[in-house]
């Protein structure tokens, strides 16, 4: 699932403004974020895919027409972050 998935241009932005680097660079540290000893949680509901990280990041990802599309990330503090997975799991 990691290696296959298509990157919006609003997730690139987004993270452009946080960390305000190169679009390559962004690239890679969205792959390494979503390396799969560095995920926390995977929670499954219908089409859409969500994946917390270790450090506190919530990555939404949506499966359409054949392909996951990883849609928007999340970053949250510690506390949030458990919240946010015990919601997730509530609606499923």
């Known amino acids: 699932m990691f290696e296959n998935f298509i990157i919006t ?3 690139v932005d987004r993270y452009l403004e946080r960390i305000g680097s190169k ?3 962004v690239m890679k540290r969205i792959k390494r974020d979503l390396h ?3 995920v926390k949680r ?3 509901c219908g089409n859409y ?3 917390f990280t270790l450090n506190s990041k919530e ?3 949506i499966y359409d027409r054949g392909k996951w599309i990883l849609n928007t990330v999340i970053k949250r503090s510690r506390q949030n972050a458990d919240k946010a997975i015990q919601d997730r799991l509530r609606s499923v």
């Open 9 to 11: 241009n609003h997730v």
């Open 23 to 25: 679009n390559k660079d």
């Open 36 to 38: 799969y000893t560095k």
């Open 42 to 44: 995977i929670v499954n």
């Open 49 to 51: 895919r969500y994946v």
């Open 59 to 61: 990555f939404i990802f």
